[in-house]
């Protein structure tokens, strides 16, 4: 994800950097990107899907709406993959430790 992240627009690498920080809107924006091939992202339901997934679980109401629509288009096994990688993005911040990172999701 670096990698593509580095040719993006600099709006996601921002909004990268503000997701390893907990900001579900960065989540939020993430997952709009990947999910539309906006500022450059290559479309991409997966990592739509992950980041969709990872604001929903601070709370945002629109990262649960957009991530059950981009669901019905995905196979099981997209969606099982996406959900791993949104459980190896929540370890990444403890093992760094930064549990202010995941704070928010831990709240629910």
């Not at 627009?9 to 939020?28: E, K, N, S, V, Y």
């Not at 906006?38 to 739509?48: E, F, K």
């Not at 996406?82 to 995941?102: F, H, K, M, T, Y």
Request: include cysteine.
């Amino acid at each position: 994800m670096t990698h593509i992240a580095t040719q993006a627009d600099p709006r996601i690498r921002t909004a990268i950097h503000a997701a390893q920080h907990g900001d579900l809107h960065a989540c939020f924006d993430l997952g709009v990107a990947y999910s539309t091939g906006a500022n450059g992202m290559p479309l991409d339901l997966v990592q739509a899907h992950k980041w969709f997934n990872l604001a929903a679980i601070q709370g945002s109401s629109e990262g649960q709406y957009c991530r059950a629509e981009i669901a019905r288009e995905m196979s099981r096994a997209d969606i099982a993959e996406a959900q791993r990688q949104a459980r190896a993005w929540l370890s990444v911040p403890a093992q760094n430790g930064n549990e202010a990172a995941l704070a928010p999701a831990m709240q629910h």
